[in-house]
């Protein structure tokens, strides 16, 4: 029989969205998207005069969007309490 695997008690910490890279990964997606298309025969030329801009104006929007939501802070510790640097000392290095 074996034990059951302790559950965590917390949650792990978030990471902030690196709005940069948020942007970027859009952009090469929905231009990988607009080159499938053409390449498959499903749009043309003339089509893509519009599709490549409108993938840069939505990955942009949606950038500004995760830029404009604020991040949520899921501790309770206050982020601006002074650090106690005793703590971490032991009598015997005193």
């Known amino acids: 029989m074996t034990t059951p695997l302790p559950q965590p008690t917390a949650a792990p910490p978030r990471r902030p969205v690196r709005i940069g890279y948020l942007v970027s990964g859009l952009a090469a997606l929905g231009l ?3 080159w499938a298309l053409w390449a498959a025969g ?3 030329g003339a089509q893509l005069s519009w ?3 409108l993938v840069l104006v939505v990955a942009g929007l949606l ?4 830029l404009a939501v604020p991040a949520r802070r899921t501790t309770d ?3 601006d309490a002074p650090y106690d640097d005793t703590a971490h000392h032991t009598e015997e290095h005193r």
Not at 63 to 66: E, V
């Open 63 to 66: 950038g500004l969007t995760a």
């Open 32 to 34: 990988s998207g607009a």
């Open 51 to 53: 599709l490549l801009p």
């Open 42 to 44: 499903l749009v043309d």
């Open 77 to 79: 510790a206050p982020h």
